[in-house]
């Protein structure tokens, strides 16, 4: 099977072409299998492109767990990047077809190869039921979070924000990211009763209106060096707890995303690059 490894700011996937050769028969095992650093490829995952009906390229994403998920932000951007690069599709704008719908993504290319991709990400989802959460509704706005035992050293707001941007979202804003024990907290709120589909974990400390510092620990994957949807979540949790404007400048441990909340569409949208690692062959 031929592959190409990819990453968006360091969230690291391995992506196959399933328009010219078969999709694999047990993609969870196969997510497990290449996305294991040690005996495997390596990344957070496994993405399949794969032929749609709606758009010009389907996608697929598996966690390193191999649960599927319904969208991954960094892992559409190199989508983008392996349509256009690859020659599967060329247009730009680009549309793909994912658990979330179809996204459109304008192409910004550097000597004829994708360099930076603007995602349109759609309208957030806030009410509770749809994100899911079993959190008091109909938004779940700086809720008090009390499913597991704040560290009072790491100095976290213990209330969260929920956001769905496809895939489910639980923001907490805290004083300093460097201090909150991630590889403790990460697990128990993404396991917690509250969530029944498990959720994905971020912790923001805010600079400025304009400017946020992100960690995250991802459902199905643990810590990464960044999340997408992730990213744009914080930016709408931003504006609805009044710490944020709508236009945002995240750094995440891999690097920094462009967001925008815009307020006549409703739509996100994120901003950030896509890269190529290597290509190669494996048997599976």
């Known amino acids: 099977m031929r592959f190409v490894k990819m990453h968006g700011l360091g969230n690291d996937y391995v992506y196959v072409d399933c328009i010219s050769q078969a999709i694999p028969v047990d993609l969870a095992a196969l997510s497990r299998q290449l996305s294991d650093r040690h005996f495997g490829i390596g990344g957070d995952g496994l993405i399949l492109l794969c032929p749609s009906e709606k758009a010009d390229v389907r996608m697929r994403m598996f966690n390193a767990d191999g649960s599927e998920s319904e969208m991954c932000g960094n892992g559409i951007r190199c989508v983008a990047k392996f349509a256009h690069d690859h020659g599967l599709a060329r247009n730009n704008p680009l549309t793909v077809e994912t658990g979330r719908g179809v996204l459109t993504l304008q192409l910004e290319l550097q000597g004829g190869k994708v360099a930076q991709v603007r995602v349109d990400m759609g309208e957030p989802i806030l009410q509770a039921e749809q994100i899911p959460t079993s959190l008091p509704g109909p938004r779940v706005v700086l809720y008090p979070f009390t499913e597991v035992d704040w560290p009072r050293e790491a100095e976290i707001d213990p209330r969260v924000t929920c956001v769905s941007m496809g895939n489910p979202h639980a923001v907490f804003f805290c004083t300093n990211v460097s201090r909150v024990p991630l590889e403790l907290l990460g697990p128990q709120i993404e396991h917690a009763p509250s969530f029944p589909r498990r959720i994905n974990v971020h912790f923001v400390q805010v600079q400025s209106s304009g400017e946020v510092i992100i960690r995250t620990w991802e459902r199905g994957s643990g810590i990464t060096l960044a999340c997408g949807t992730g990213a ?17 400048l995240a750094h995440l441990p891999g690097g920094d995303l462009r967001l925008e909340w815009d307020e006549v569409s409703n739509h996100v949208f994120m901003t950030g690059p896509a890269t190529e690692v290597f290509t190669g062959e494996i048997s599976v």
């Open 232 to 248: 744009c979540a914080v930016c709408v949790a931003g504006v609805l707890t009044g710490r944020t404007g709508r236009q945002l």
